[in-house]
């Protein structure tokens, strides 16, 4: 077994009723990267693609210069930087390059001056170029998309390219600015690659594109083991429900059925020491007092920097059936934690699509759920957000725009949020 991957299981209840009728539970599988033998980080092939349009003027523009100064300062040597600007047309600010020379890109960075409107496209298609300058297993690949605005006319050419990002294996960090951009066109584009770890984010204010972009390529970095995937063999009577990425960042991962009773869910790469948690609900079918292994999990990943692929580590999930019906009601506390942190996320997703097709009363109703589990644990301030949503709809309004892109992202990253300057 390699031991550069450890791999646990933790039960939300290690203990159910026996001889019962099928039963819910859930399992939480950490996969991290751990062990002296792991880089502390990885080289980078990074490209940004950059909105310049004439919307990012004043403070966003003076604020994205900063933070792409600041990211400079975080890359190394030995990683490869691009940068592309866009607005209704595309430039290569800087070719995919090694960053030696970091007061000659910086002086760049600070050149970029805002203009024109937004094609969205063009940038993408550029960053894409030269991404594949640099495209090696050695090297962690990220394109990272900033935009403040809607992009005209190019939605089916977006989706495109992000449709080929996810075949170059290339996940794509993008970015919203402010309230004015279009949360389902980001949102389909980072979907195309989410199973590689590509998302979008919600940024509401300039002074806080630092941080992100910070997180971002910090996480980048810390990337160690590649293409992983999750593989669960699963006991006759046991049953899959829905599998749930609760680390980094909450999301719903789906599986893919291998065999009758085997489903395979792809992680693809794992940060040194983070790494992520995978939350699996299932139902068991009635068993007779005992103890039974109700599961085994299996991940392999590749080590690039070491050319060792196809790793493997495993682990057997066991649980005990018992007529005592005191000891079925223990649970886990940190696993169910993350129970109710998916569950908001899951019932806000379900929110505003109801919102979306027009069902106010569901809408209201899921908002309010989303509320009462996003109080339970202590998130104050985003349940405040989901009831004041949840009145508007009520009173006949449309929800804000800042609201729904709050509860949007801001409930995906319950599980690791980004830290406060």
Request: glycine share 6%; proline share 5%.
């Amino acid at each position: 077994m390699a031991e550069e991957v450890k791999l646990a299981a933790t039960l939300a209840r290690p203990k159910m009723l026996a001889n019962a009728n099928p039963q819910l539970n859930y399992v939480l599988l950490e996969v991290i990267p751990v062990g002296e033998g792991l880089p502390q980080s990885a080289p980078l092939n990074l490209c940004l693609v950059l909105d310049r349009s004439g919307s990012m003027a004043g403070q966003k523009m003076e604020n994205l210069r900063r933070a792409v100064e600041l990211v400079i300062d975080q890359l190394d040597p030995t990683d490869i930087l691009s940068i592309v600007i866009f607005d209704d047309r595309a430039e290569i600010l800087v070719p995919a390059t090694s960053v030696t020379d970091k007061n000659t890109l910086k002086a760049k960075v600070k050149g970029i001056t805002d203009r024109g409107g937004t094609e969205m496209s063009k940038g993408m298609q550029l960053g894409i170029q030269e991404l594949q300058k640099h495209l090696t297993p050695d090297r962690v690949s990220r394109m990272v998309l900033l935009t403040d605005g809607q992009t005209y006319g190019d939605e089916d050419e977006c989706q495109k390219l992000a449709n080929q990002l996810a075949q170059l294996s290339v996940p794509l960090y993008a970015f919203g600015l402010g309230e004015d951009w279009n949360e389902d066109l980001l949102d389909a584009l980072a979907n195309a690659t989410k199973s590689l770890g590509g998302f979008a984010e919600f940024i509401e204010r300039p002074e806080q594109i630092l941080r992100h972009f910070e997180f971002a390529v910090r996480s980048a970095k810390r990337v160690v083991a590649r293409n992983a995937y999750l593989t669960l063999k699963l006991a006759q009577g046991v049953g899959p429900r829905q599998v749930w990425r609760v680390l980094p960042l909450i999301a719903n991962l789906g599986y893919q059925p291998i065999s009758d009773r085997d489903v395979q869910v792809p992680l693809g790469d794992l940060e040194r020491d983070e790494g992520q948690a995978v939350l699996l609900e299932f139902s068991v079918t009635s068993k007779p007092k005992g103890v039974f292994r109700i599961m085994q999990a299996e991940v392999t990943y590749d080590l690039p920097h070491e050319n060792r692929y196809g790793e493997k580590v495993k682990a057997d999930i066991v649980m005990e059936f018992t007529d005592d019906e005191k000891a079925v009601q223990q649970v886990n506390p940190r696993v169910m934690n993350l129970v109710e942190k998916a569950t908001a996320f899951k019932l806000q997703t379900r929110a505003l699509d109801a919102a979306k097709a027009g069902d106010i009363s569901t809408a209201t109703r899921l908002l309010r759920q989303s509320a009462t589990r996003l109080l339970n644990i202590g998130e104050t301030e985003l349940a405040k957000v989901a009831e004041e949503e949840a009145a508007r709809l009520e009173q006949g309004q449309q929800m804000t725009s800042t609201g729904t892109k709050r509860l949007r992202y801001e409930t995906q990253r319950l599980t690791r949020p980004i830290p406060k300057q």
